[in-house]
């Protein structure tokens, strides 16, 4: 089992940057993919990022926001900059296995509100 725990949202106007984290434990960290989601109030969750040996990333957000992660601490990061109105929404961190496709791992969410 893996335990995820996000951090770091909160309020920003819009042009604005803000760095999200999430801390995992329970499982190999660098045995895991971790990813980035999000969802809008009454749209889908969707897909931001991923990182397993390399970076993707949802085309609305290239080239404005970076994953990263921290294997000797357990932590993966979403820097989000030049922030948009249209990027509010819950933000979930995520992990699978690097041999599978199913994103079995969830965090809580953090709220994420751009003002414009």
């Known amino acids: 089992q893996v335990q995820l725990v996000e951090s770091g949202g909160g309020l920003v106007q819009a042009g604005g940057s803000l760095r999200l984290s999430c801390a995992a434990s329970?499982?190999?960290?660098?045995?895991?993919?971790m990813g980035w989601f999000r969802q809008a109030p009454g749209k889908d969750r969707e897909f931001v990022a991923a990182?397993?040996?390399?970076?993707n990333y949802a085309d609305s957000v290239k080239g404005r926001f970076t994953i990263s992660r921290d294997n000797a601490k357990n932590m993966v990061y979403l820097q989000m900059n030049s922030l948009k109105p249209e990027d509010t929404a819950v933000y979930y961190c995520?992990?699978?296995?690097?041999?599978?496709?199913?994103?079995?791992?969830w965090g809580q969410g953090t709220q994420v509100t751009v003002s414009s």
């Open positions: 995520a992990a699978r296995r690097v041999d599978l496709s199913t994103w079995n791992y």
């Open positions: 990182f397993s040996f390399y970076a």
């Open positions: 329970g499982r190999t960290f660098s045995d895991l993919t």
